[in-house]
């Protein structure tokens, strides 16, 4: 073990320090499930929509991603993190302590069906979820349990994510998830089963021409129905490189370093 992380952090065996281009430092297992684009696309896809005095929670956060990118890209500055896997809760913790937020960032080791006996009801205005995409009928099983816990809905559905965040959201509250496309028929019917009017959808190619492999919702809570179509979002360019779409996000995630060295 070492120690020598800011806060007095430790770095166990098999974990890696990365830091975000938004200056703050993140503790993964290289074993486990590690972040990939998708969560940060989920982050820069909510942040325009936040607000100051906003609360916001991140259901099944991992280590972290989401809340540690939300933190510089909004204006917001009260975050809590749910996460049911004890050791990525832990992580996830660490994580918080490494960058001085353990204050800012709350992380709570919890089971995401069980919101209403962890939190106040309708007590946060954002929610955010990069749930488990796969159902019991799609996808590979890993070998590793906590990839096969953050890739399969194992510990929770897709109707627990939806039932939970229409527990905690405030009144006109948002919602925002990132998907995959073809689950969308599911989505729609949970969303208007529980109260949350879809108000915006944006879906990611993986590049010009390709099926969409990711789909992106805000979704409000007591809303009137009306939803707007974002552009796609391309992933790679012609070259095989990052998009200018990719590369604005990564623009957007530096510019917001700023906020680090002005605090």
């Known amino acids: 073990m070492t120690s020598d992380l800011k806060g007095g952090a430790i770095l166990r065996p098999d974990e890696q320090l990365d830091i975000l281009l938004n200056g703050r430092q993140i503790i993964q297992d290289k074993k486990r499930f590690m972040f990939g684009i998708d969560a940060v696309l989920l982050s820069d896809f909510a942040s325009s929509s936040i607000k100051k005095n906003d609360r916001v929670i991140d259901l099944g956060t991992g280590t972290g991603i989401i809340p540690l990118l939300l933190e510089t890209l909004s204006p917001a500055h009260d975050f809590t993190a749910l996460e049911i896997q004890s050791d990525s809760a832990d992580m996830a913790r660490r994580s918080m302590e490494a960058n001085g937020l353990s204050d800012l960032i709350h992380i709570v080791e919890g089971d995401i069906k069980e919101v209403s006996s962890i939190f106040t009801k309708h007590s946060f205005n954002v929610v955010t979820c990069n749930p488990?995409?796969?159902?019991?009928?799609?996808?590979?099983?890993?070998?590793?349990?906590?990839?096969?816990?953050a890739r399969h809905e194992i510990c929770c559905n897709l109707e627990d994510v939806i039932v939970a965040a229409d527990y905690l959201l405030a009144p006109h509250g948002r919602f925002f998830m990132i998907h995959r496309p073809y689950r969308l028929p599911e989505i729609f019917a949970l969303l208007?089963?529980?109260?949350?009017?879809?108000?915006?959808?944006?879906?990611?190619?993986?590049?010009?021409?390709?099926?969409p492999n990711l789909v992106m919702i805000e979704a409000r809570k007591n809303a009137q129905p009306r939803l707007k179509i974002a552009p796609q979002f391309a992933v790679y360019g012609e070259d095989g490189e990052y998009s200018s779409e990719v590369k604005a996000v990564y623009e957007r995630q530096k510019a917001s370093a700023r906020k680090i060295t002005e605090s």
């Open 132 to 149: 488990p995409y796969m159902n019991d009928s799609h996808g590979r099983q890993n070998e590793s349990e906590a990839k096969n816990i």
């Open 192 to 211: 208007a089963k529980y109260n949350l009017e879809a108000k915006v959808m944006q879906l990611v190619i993986p590049s010009k021409g390709k099926e």
